[in-house]
């Protein structure tokens, strides 16, 4: 009689998650999914569905617990990845620090340990989400304008705004919008750093034995006809200077080993100031939305889906090393600038010749929204190009050579 196959938790089946689900399969692990959402696409692939809150943390531990799992995984997911460490860390399975892992998905508890450790900082200050206008005016007393306000417990710039006034008017609309997406009651304002380097640096990196070992730096495109604030891709490489390079990549492995992190891949915000000094927006506790890891994955040649399987399992037997590469790859979000009906993309040739994969989340005739969230994507386009400069030719001008067709009413 063959050996039962060891179980592993994972904590979300969104469209984007299915990929870890499908590599833990394929890695012969026997795969236990929770997700509140009925429609939720990774119930079809996994062994085992429960449709429960991963943000449950006791429900999840007692999931886990009657279904003998070895490991437990929240891919791609910010509110989940504290239920994973707490899951794990409770019953004795890989993970990194549940107190590192809280630093990490909440921005106050962030930005704290960034002023408590010594790190670059702007200055900012929490405030709760129940605070009127002119609580936030007085609390900005003191801060540079233009400063940002933003839910301390989201990701993907939901709920973000950058005030260049304290106008009553102003104020009341970031506070409308930051509340909307904070589960915790708890805002962050800050003041908003100057770029020196033009695009916020991006990308995820990957951590063994508390080193990081795998380098993902990538730069992030940017929709300025929706604001600016939302990721709509990346690009490789980075385009960043030897020095800037280098000294994103002290700062990384500095806060990684201050939070004691010990394996796992993590998404990195960061944006180089005009004094060259790079200054943390974030690093996430999981790995990168919108397929990042699929696209440096591409890049580098290691299966970094596979990767966050086999770590969460135990398994440290990949090698997960990769410093840099000749390849000139993107990835672009095709998405909607307002709500309506999507009718399909029309591709200009220029941009069609260098399309070598194509991620759909929306067929022509369903419903699309104004884009402000990763959740709210029609789909993704990963791009292969000849030369960086072609490249940023390119792309520079995406919003006329992509263009999702949006039939309003």
């Known amino acids: 009689m063959g050996r039962e196959p060891r179980s592993i938790l994972m904590l979300g089946g969104s469209r984007q998650q299915v990929v870890a689900i499908e590599a833990a399969k394929r890695l012969g692990y026997r795969t236990v999914l929770c997700d509140y959402l009925p429609d939720n696409p990774g119930q079809y692939h996994a062994d085992v569905f429960y449709q429960e809150s991963t943000t449950d943390r006791e429900l999840m531990l007692r999931i886990a617990e009657r279904e003998g799992v070895s490991g437990v995984l929240a891919y791609a997911s910010d509110p989940a990845a504290l239920t994973c460490a707490y899951v794990a860390e409770r019953l004795g399975l890989p993970t990194n620090p549940l107190a590192a892992v809280e630093v990490l998905s909440e921005k106050h508890l962030f930005r704290r340990h960034l002023h408590e450790q010594g790190f670059p900082c702007p200055r900012s200050t929490s405030v709760p989400a129940s605070s009127s206008a002119a609580d936030v005016a007085r609390a900005a007393e003191g801060m540079n304008l233009p400063v940002v306000l933003k839910p301390t417990d989201s990701s993907g710039s939901k709920g973000v705004s950058v005030l260049e006034s304290l106008g009553s008017v102003a104020l009341e609309g970031a506070l409308e919008a930051a509340r909307g997406f904070s589960r915790n009651g708890i805002l962050e304002l800050e003041e908003y750093i100057s770029y020196g380097f033009p695009r916020v640096v991006g990308g995820d990196v990957f951590v063994v034995d508390g080193r990081v070992t795998f380098w993902g730096l990538m730069s992030c495109l940017r929709d300025e006809e929706l604001g600016g604030l939302v990721p709509v891709g990346e690009i490789y490489p980075s385009g960043l200077s030897r020095e800037q390079d280098t000294a994103v990549r002290e700062q990384v492995q500095a806060l990684v080993s201050s939070l004691g992190i010990r394996f796992g891949e993590f998404n990195v915000?960061?944006?180089?100031?005009?004094?060259?000094?790079?200054?943390?927006?974030?690093?996430?506790?999981?790995?990168?939305?919108?397929?990042?890891?699929?696209?440096?994955?591409?890049?580098?040649?290691?299966?970094?889906?596979?990767?966050?399987?086999?770590?969460?399992?135990?398994?440290?037997?990949?090698?997960?090393?990769?410093?840099?590469?000749?390849?000139?790859?993107?990835?672009?979000?095709?998405?909607?600038?307002?709500?309506?009906?999507?009718?399909?993309?029309?591709?200009?040739?220029?941009?069609?010749?260098?399309?070598?994969?194509?991620?759909?989340?929306?067929?022509?005739?369903?419903?699309?929204?104004?884009?402000?969230?990763?959740?709210?994507?029609?789909?993704?386009?990963?791009?292969?190009?000849?030369t960086e400069e072609q490249m940023h030719d390119l792309l520079a001008r995406a919003n006329e050579l992509i263009v999702p067709i949006v039939e309003t009413a």
């Open 269 to 386: 915000e960061v944006i180089v100031g005009p004094d060259g000094v790079p200054y943390f927006l974030e690093l996430g506790a999981r790995a990168g939305g919108n397929m990042i890891p699929v696209q440096l994955s591409d890049i580098s040649g290691i299966d970094l889906v596979e990767a966050n399987v086999r770590c969460a399992m135990g398994d440290a037997s990949l090698d997960v090393s990769f410093d840099a590469s000749d390849a000139v790859i993107a990835t672009y979000v095709l998405h909607a600038r307002t709500d309506g009906v999507y009718r399909g993309t029309r591709l200009d040739p220029l941009i069609e010749r260098h399309v070598y994969r194509e991620v759909t989340y929306v067929e022509p005739g369903q419903s699309v929204e104004r884009f402000d969230g990763a959740n709210k994507a029609i789909g993704i386009l990963f791009l292969r190009f000849d």
